[in-house]
C-alpha cells in the first residue's frame, strides 16, 4: 500500500500517519521527494488492511494506492526514479555504463593484477574476482579464499579500481565485508534467504544475480529481502537463466532485463560471460545489454584463458576486452537515444 501525503502536509501529519501504519502491523517507509513525501506501508505478518485504508481520510493525506505487485520497496509504484547506487566515485544507474571486469576466480597476484591493469587500461571502472567460488562439481577449483580477498586487495590499491566479489554463505560474510566494496550473490544463492537477511544489514552495496531459473518477479522479491532488511544500495544482475540449447550455457534474457527496469526502480547490470557461456558471443550480447538499457556490464578477463582455472572458455583475454570497449560506443550512443 502507498500513502501519497499533499504537497502542503506537515511534519506532524506526516509522522501522525507514520505511527498509524505501525499501529495497523505494518513497516512505514518514507520516500522525501523534491514536492511531496510518500510512504510505503509494508506488509509485515498480517496487517489490518482495512484500517490502513482508512488514512484516506486523514489530514495531510491525499490518495491511497494498493500496490499491485507483491513487492513493495524495489517497485517504481513506490519510487519512480531510478536509484543511484554509488561505489566510492562510480555511480551505477547514472546516465554512464559502468563496466566492471576480471577473472571469473582469483587465482595468483600476477594473474590478478596483470588482469586488473589491462581492464583498466581499456575503460573499466571496477574488478571483480571471485575468492570465494561456487562451483558445480567439489572437485573443481574452490577459489584462494581469505588468501584471493587479500589479493583483490591490493590490487585494488594500485590500480583504484573497487572490488566485486561474491560471497558464498554467512559464514564468510564477515571476511567478505572486510575486502570488498561491493558484495556479489552468486546465481545459485538468490533464493538464500539467510544470507539476503544478513546482506540487509551490511554497510556495503549487493550485486544480486538472477537466478537460471527464476522469474523476474522471484528476482526483484530477492533483492526486496535486501532493501526490507535496510539495505537500500542493490544492482540486479542478469546473467542468463537456464536454455535447452546445449550450444549456450544459459540464454540471455534481455526482455527480462526490460521488464525488470519497468517494474523496479534498482540499477541493472547485464553479465554477458556466463549468460552466453562463449567468448565469440561476448561482445555482440554486451552491445545487446546495453541497447535494451542495462547499466552495465560485468564481465569475465583473463591474461591467458586457455589456462584459467574457471570459466576459461567464455573469459575474454585483454586484447579481445579492449576491443569490445571500443565496440560498446555505438550501442551506448543508441541507448542514450532512446532514453
Ligand atoms: C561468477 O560470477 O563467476 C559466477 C559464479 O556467476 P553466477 O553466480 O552467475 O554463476
Ligand atoms: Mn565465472
Redesign the pocket.
Known sequence: MIVNMSASATEEEINHVVERIKECGYLPHLIRGAERTVIGAVGKNRGRRSELEALRVAPGVEDIIPISQPFTLVSRELQPQRTVVRVKDIAIGGPEVVVIAGP?SVESREQLLETARGVKAAGAKMLRG?AF??RTSPYEFQGLGVEGLKILKDASKETGLPIVT?VMGVEDLDDVAEYADVM?V???NMQNYPLLRRLGSVPRPVLL?RGPGATVKEWLLAAEYLLSGGNPNVVLCE?GIKTFDPDLRNALDLAGVALAKELCHLPIVV?PS?ATGRRSLVPAAARAAIAIGADGLIV?VHPCPERALS?GPQSLDLPAFAAMMTSLDRAIALAAAAS
Open positions: 571469473c571471485g567460488k561456487p561474491e556479489q552468486g546465481a545459485r544475480k546473467r553479465d556466463h569475465e570459466d
